[in-house]
C-alpha cells in the first residue's frame, strides 16, 4: 500500500483563501502518523481529501500509484479506507451495532448476516461498548460513545488505511490509552497505515511521524 | 438485499413522514383509480351502445317538410299530433314496414305523442336497401328512415362527457400528484442529508443510494395500490351515478324524446349491452378489472420512481464531505 500526496492544494468554493497550499507528503503501510496544528490549519480538509470524500482542485492524491481523481472513490472508500470522522457521521436513528453491520454491508464483508453482528458485537466489545450499549440507538450515546461507535466501524471492513479525525477528543485518558493500543496493534502489529489528526501529545508521542499543518503548509 | 432491509428499516424510524407521504400517495391513487376505472367503463359502454344501436333504424319526420305540410292541413298518414310535429304511423303501419327481409326484429312503443317503432336490421349496411323498401310501400317523402341517432346520442353522450370529465381528472391528478410528490422527494431529501451523506461516505454508491430511496417510495406506493384500489372501488361508482345523473337531467333539457327512446332502446338490447338497464338513470357498472388495475399500478410505480429519480438528481450533485456539511 502507498498513498501520496503531491503538490495538493485546496480552497474552498466561495474562499478566497487557499485551506492547503502545495502539500506533500507520503505515507506507508506499519506507522503511525500525527498530523497536527491549530484549529483552522486545514486538517479535516486534508483528510477528506485523502479519504476520497471530495477532489483536490490542484495536485493529486495518489493511491497505489493511481490518482484518486480516475478511482471509484466509493470503492476506494468502502474497500480500503476506514474514516473515523471529527462529528463521528453515524446514523443517529439506528443502534450501534446495525452502524457497523451495515459498513460491513456496504463494503461486501463475505460473512452471513448472523456472522457478521456477532462480528460487529466483537468489535464493538474492543472499543468498549458493551451489548447493551450497542443494542441502543446513537442518538442515546454519549459523545465518547459515539465516537468509540465511529471507531469500531473505521475497523469493520479490515481497511488498509484508517484515517481518524480527533478520534479521542472526547475520550477520557484511561480509553484513550485503550484506543491508542488499538491503533498501534493495528499499525505495528497487522501492518496497516494509521493517519490520526490530533491536539494530543499522547497520541503524537505514540506516532511514527508527525506532520504539523501551518496556514495550509506542512512545516 | 440488505438494501431492501436498510430500506424498511427506515419505514419504521421516521413515522411522521412516511405517514404523511402515505397519506398522500394514498388520496392520488384513489383519485387515479376513480378516475380510470370510470374512464374504462364508459369507454366499454359507448363501444357496446355503438354496436348494438348502430343496426337500430326509425322512421323520422324531417322537421322542415312536416313543418310545411303541417302548415296546411297536414300530409294522409299524419295523426292528431301533427300539430307538435311529431307524427306517428299506426301499428298496422309498422308492422307492414317490418315484415321485410332487412329486418331482423321489431319494437313497438306508446310515447305521449303516438306510437313509435324501432327496426333492428340485419345489417347497418341495409339502411338504404330498406328506406327504398319503404319507399315502395308507401312512406311518404317528408319521412326518412334514420340510424337511431338520438337514442345513441341520448346514451353516449352524457356518457362521452363522464367520460371527458374522467379523463381530465385523471390527467389534472396525475400531473398534481406528480408536482406534489416531486416536492415532497425534494424536501424529504432535503431533510435526510445527513443520513444520505453518512451511507455516501461509507462509500454506497449513488445508484444503490437512489434505490433504497426508490424501494421506500415503492413500498409506500404499493401499500397505498392496495388501499387506493378499496377506496376507489367504494368511491367510484357513487361518484360516476351522481355525474352520469346530472349529465342526464342537462342532456334531457334539450331532447326531452330522447330519454323515452334511449329507455326503451337500451332496455330492448339489454343483453347486449354489459350495463344492465338505463332505465330511469343511465346507469354505468364501474368494474375494476385486471386491465384497470394493471394500468393503475403502471401509474402509481411511475410515480414512485419519478420521486426515486429526483431523489437521485438532488443527491448526485455533491461530493460526499459536502452533503455532510450542508447538514442541518
Ligand atoms: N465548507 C467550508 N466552506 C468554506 N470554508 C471552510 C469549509 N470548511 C472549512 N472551512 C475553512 O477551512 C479552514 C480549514 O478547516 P478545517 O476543518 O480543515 O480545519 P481543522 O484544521 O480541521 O480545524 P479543527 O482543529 O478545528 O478541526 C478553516 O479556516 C475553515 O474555516
Ligand atoms: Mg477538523
Not at chain 1, 489528526?197 to 503548509?217: F, I, K, P
Request: glycine fraction near 8%.
Amino acid at each position: 500500500m502507498g498513498l501520496e500526496l503531491k503538490n495538493v492544494s485546496y480552497s474552498y468554493e466561495g474562499g478566497t483563501e487557499r485551506v492547503l497550499r502545495n502539500i506533500n507528503a507520503q505515507f506507508e503501510s506499519g506507522k503511525i502518523y500525527a498530523i497536527v496544528g491549530e484549529s483552522g490549519a486545514g486538517k479535516s480538509t486534508l483528510l477528506s481529501l485523502i479519504s476520497g470524500l471530495d477532489t483536490c482542485k490542484e495536485g493529486e492524491v495518489l493511491y497505489n500509484g493511481k490518482s484518486l481523481k480516475t478511482l471509484d472513490r466509493d470503492e476506494y472508500r468502502s474497500q480500503h479506507i476506514g474514516v473515523i470522522f471529527q462529528s463521528f457521521n453515524l446514523l443517529l436513528n439506528s443502534t450501534a451495532v446495525y452502524n457497523i453491520t451495515l459498513s460491513m454491508n456496504i463494503s461486501g464483508v463475505a460473512a452471513t448476516a448472523t456472522e457478521k453482528k456477532r462480528l460487529a458485537y466483537e468489535l464493538l466489545a474492543k472499543v468498549g461498548i458493551d451489548r447493551e450499549t450497542a443494542d441502543r440507538k446513537i442518538l442515546r450515546l454519549s459523545g465518547g460513545e459515539q465516537q468509540r461507535v465511529g471507531i469500531a466501524r473505521a475497523l469493520s471492513h479490515n481497511p488498509a488505511v484508517i484515517i481518524a479525525d480527533e478520534p479521542t477528543g472526547n475520550l477520557d485518558e484511561i480509553t484513550e490509552g485503550e484506543i491508542l493500543d488499538i491503533f498501534a496493534k493495528l499499525a505495528h502489529g497487522e501492518g496497516k497505515c494509521v493517519i490520526i489528526v490530533t491536539h494530543s501529545d499522547e497520541v503524537s508521542a505514540a506516532a511514527d511521524r508527525v506532520l504539523r499543518l501551518v496556514g495550509g503548509r506542512i512545516l | 438485499m440488505y438494501l431492501l432491509e436498510h430500506a424498511m428499516l427506515n419505514l419504521g424510524k421516521n413515522k411522521g413522514r412516511n405517514m404523511l407521504l402515505l397519506g398522500i400517495t394514498f388520496a392520488i391513487i384513489t383519485a387515479i383509480v376513480v378516475a380510470l376505472s370510470i374512464f374504462n367503463a364508459t369507454n366499454l359502454v359507448i363501444e357496446e351502445t355503438r354496436t348494438s344501436l348502430q343496426s337500430a333504424v326509425r322512421i323520422v319526420p324531417q322537421m322542415q317538410t312536416l313543418g310545411e305540410t303541417g302548415g296546411t292541413g297536414g300530409g294522409q298518414m299524419i295523426t292528431g299530433q301533427a300539430a307538435q310535429n311529431q307524427a306517428t304511423f299506426t301499428a298496422e303501419q309498422f308492422s307492414d314496414f317490418a315484415n321485410s327481409d332487412f329486418v331482423l326484429g321489431w319494437d313497438l312503443q306508446d310515447t305521449p305523442r303516438g306510437t313509435d317503432a324501432v327496426f333492428y336490421l340485419v345489417s347497418p349496411l341495409l339502411l338504404s336497401d330498406f328506406e327504398a323498401e319503404l319507399r315502395e310501400k308507401g312512406l311518404p317523402e317528408n319521412y326518412a328512415v334514420r340510424t337511431d341517432e338520438a337514442a345513441f346520442a341520448s346514451i353516449v353522450a352524457p356518457v362521452e362527457s363522464l367520460q371527458s370529465l374522467a379523463i381530465t381528472f385523471l390527467a389534472v391528478v396525475v400531473v398534481l400528484g406528480g408536482v406534489i410528490m416531486a416536492l415532497l422527494s425534494v424536501i424529504a431529501i432535503r431533510e435526510r442529508k445527513y443520513e444520505i451523506g453518512v451511507l455516501r461516505a461509507m462509500g454506497l454508491k449513488k445508484r444503490k443510494v437512489a434505490f433504497v430511496i426508490w424501494a421506500e417510495n415503492v413500498i409506500i406506493t404499493g401499500f397505498c395500490f392496495v388501499l387506493g384500489m378499496a377506496a376507489g372501488n367504494f368511491l367510484s361508482q357513487p361518484i360516476s351515478d351522481n355525474i352520469l345523473a346530472g349529465q342526464i337531467l342537462s342532456n334531457a333539457d334539450g331532447e326531452s324524446t330522447a330519454t323515452t327512446l334511449a329507455e326503451r332502446l337500451a332496455s330492448e338490447s339489454a343483453d347486449a349491452l354489459s350495463t344492465e338497464n338505463f332505465s330511469e338513470n343511465l346507469q354505468i357498472d364501474i368494474l375494476i378489472n385486471a386491465t384497470t388495475a394493471l394500468q393503475i399500478l403502471a401509474i402509481s410505480l411511475l410515480l414512485a420512481s419519478l420521486v426515486g429519480i429526483i431523489s437521485v438528481s438532488q443527491i448526485t450533485k455533491s461530493e460526499p464531505i459536502k452533503i455532510l456539511m450542508e447538514r442541518t
